[in-house]
């Protein structure tokens, strides 16, 4: 069973799952979120064939959000 997604605290860190980034950023659940990051929405980093990571601080500069407060 897949874990759900977490909504992440400021400040955010650096690299988080895509649902937990979808999830804070936009209130989206694990398939809007990763279809935001397919759009490039949501900036994200490869790792592995098949995962990704989201990239809070690129992804909060491109939406005006400040992610320290």
Same mark, same amino acid.
């Given at each position: 069973? *897949?874990? +759900?997604?977490? *909504? @992440?605290? +400021?400040? &955010?860190?650096?690299?988080?799952?895509?649902?937990?980034?979808? @999830?804070? /950023?936009?209130?989206?659940?694990?398939? =809007?979120?990763? $279809? @935001?990051? *397919?759009? =490039?929405?949501?900036?994200?980093? +490869?790792?592995?064939? *098949?995962?990704? @990571? $989201? /990239?809070? &601080?690129?992804?909060?500069? =491109? /939406?005006?959000?400040?992610?320290?407060?």
């Amino acid at each position: 069973m *897949r874990k +759900k997604a977490q *909504r @992440l605290t +400021k400040p &955010y860190p650096a690299t988080a799952k895509v649902p937990d980034a979808g @999830l804070t /950023l936009f209130g989206a659940g694990p398939e =809007k979120s990763y $279809a @935001l990051a *397919r759009a =490039k929405v949501i900036v994200t980093m +490869k790792t592995g064939p *098949r995962g990704m @990571l $989201a /990239l809070m &601080y690129p992804t909060c500069a =491109k /939406l005006g959000v400040d992610p320290n407060t």
